[in-house]
């Protein structure tokens, strides 16, 4: 028995951005544009968007200036924004951290109205004690980069600034009402971007597919996404302009959104989110990373067609494929971390994550530290 659950409408497709001001008209006639810093102002995405808002009578106001960090207070400043003025939804238009930044936001509103002492770690896993049980406001995702997959997730990564971890805050009521999925949105993205979020995407993708929660339905969509990201992401790379590379890139991590959803993730998520979050390394970088190590010590625990399944995939040596393969796109295959730290303490926060709880096997404290030691040059 296995369940299947995605409740968003996705719409995807280059051009697509450019019906958005239609696409959102059932959801109400004023919206919050959550965004980053310049980016979308640079490439004239932001003015496009705003401009067709206008011109089919919708009202929005911007909270522009997201971090790579998504972080409690900016969920909270975004609640405050919403609680002076009505809106009707929230519209996140960027990378994993703004949309992350925006889904919590909407999600949380109906808390934050109704909770007089009301703070955001509360809800956060692990972190706080409290669920989502009121409903927020409709959430519309626009991912810009294709890898994070958030477009699609119930789950929004937040740092807690108080622990200095990052935690999920995760309900069903923080699924995007509308997932707008342009692959031209992706073309000025600086090629370390379009790598490293791609990489990040393929580890949706694999630890899905050895996930202990993983199922036939989700596997179909764990295979395809891989070998479009083998087959494609060396083209983007080599040629950013490659359009067509670029939409199976964006096809592959929405099937990794898919995958976080209904199979979850694994133990290279819980290091990275860890390692990532503890040493200020970009989340895809400590990704790209950690999965060859942990993909070598999964094969020990899944089922037999699985691993012929990734030998075929990534040939007979599956981490010296992966190892080649960040070589061919630019990326390093070990951190550097000069910080003196405890790898005992550090495995230990590890193993107390959710992704590492949905390994195909729980893997004990030594077992993380012996991957620690291959992927950190100290």
């Given amino acids: 028995m296995f369940k299947f659950f995605l409740p968003t409408k996705i719409i995807f497709g280059c051009g697509s951005i450019n019906n958005l001001h239609n696409d959102v008209k059932p959801l109400g006639k004023k919206c919050l544009i959550v965004c980053g810093k310049s980016s979308l102002k640079e490439n004239g995405l932001l003015k496009k968007i705003t ?100 477009e699609v997730t119930m789950n929004a990564v937040i740092l807690n600034p108080l622990s200095g971890k990052k935690r999920s805050i995760r309900s069903e009521y923080l699924f995007a009402k509308l997932a707008i999925i342009d692959p031209l949105t992706t073309i000025t993205l600086p090629k370390t971007i379009s790598s490293t979020a791609a990489v990040d995407a393929l580890c949706h993708l694999v630890e899905g597919f050895i996930s202990k929660k993983s199922s036939p339905l989700c596997d179909h969509f764990a295979i395809e996404g891989i070998k479009y990201i083998i087959e494609n992401l060396p083209l983007v790379i080599k040629n950013p302009s490659d359009i067509s590379a670029r939409e199976k890139i964006s096809i592959a991590s929405l099937y990794g959104g898919i995958m976080i959803v209904n199979s979850g ?114």
């Fill in 51 to 150: 401009e067709n808002l206008s011109r089919n009578d919708i009202e929005y106001d911007l909270y522009e200036g997201i971090s790579q960090e998504p972080t409690t207070e900016l969920v909270y400043k975004g609640l405050e924004i919403l609680n002076k003025d009505k809106f009707d939804f929230v519209v996140g238009v960027g990378g994993g951290s703004v949309i992350d930044v925006a889904k919590a936001t909407a999600g949380l509103y109906g808390e934050f109205s109704y909770n007089k002492n009301f703070k955001v770690e509360d809800y956060l896993e692990i972190d706080g004690t409290k669920r989502v049980e009121i409903p927020g406001i409709p959430f519309v995702s626009v991912p810009t980069v294709a890898g994070t997959g958030a």
């Fill in 265 to 378: 993730l694994t133990l290279a998520h819980g290091i990275a989110a860890v390692v990532g979050a503890k040493y200020k390394i970009p989340h895809g970088v400590a990704c790209s990373v950690v999965l060859p190590e942990v993909l070598e010590w999964s094969l020990e625990f899944i089922p037999q067609q699985k691993i012929l399944t990734i030998k075929n995939l990534f040939s007979e040596n599956p981490k010296m494929f992966l190892y080649n393969f960040y070589t061919k796109i630019g990326l390093n295959t070990k951190l550097n971390i000069s910080n003196d730290f405890n790898f005992e303490k550090l495995a230990e926060e590890i193993l107390n994550t959710s992704s590492t709880k949905g390994s195909p096997k729980e893997p004990t404290l030594q077992e993380i530290i012996t991957i620690l030691k291959q992927i950190i040059n100290t």
